[in-house]
């Protein structure tokens, strides 16, 4: 039954998740200040299951936490600027 929520989306175009058995996850990366002061801030790594319903999918519960990776945070850096 939780398989049924991708496979009728993406059926008729890519061909991918045709099976009721298939897994789609999605991994999801988000900077995150730790202190309103300083420059450290923390990388959490989630893995998230999108065969689950809709209404259920981006609940805290149903994450998978992967990682975290710790670093620092400059302002006047950003992805685009370099």
């Known amino acids: 039954m939780r398989g ?21 996850l999605q991994l999801s990366l988000d900077g995150v200040q ?4 300083g420059t450290y801030q923390v990388w959490p790594f989630l893995i998230l299951n999108l065969n689950r319903p809709p209404e ?8 998978l936490p992967l990682g975290l990776s710790p670093g ?11």
Request: proline fraction near 0%; hydrophobic fraction near 35%; charge should be positive.
């Open 72 to 82: 620092t945070y400059s302002s006047s850096k950003t992805l685009l600027t370099q």
């Open 56 to 63: 259920s999918r981006f609940k805290v519960r149903n994450f």
């Open 4 to 24: 049924r929520y991708l496979s009728l989306q993406f059926k008729s175009n890519s061909g991918y998740f045709t099976n009721i058995h298939d897994v789609a």
């Open 34 to 37: 730790l202190f309103k002061i």
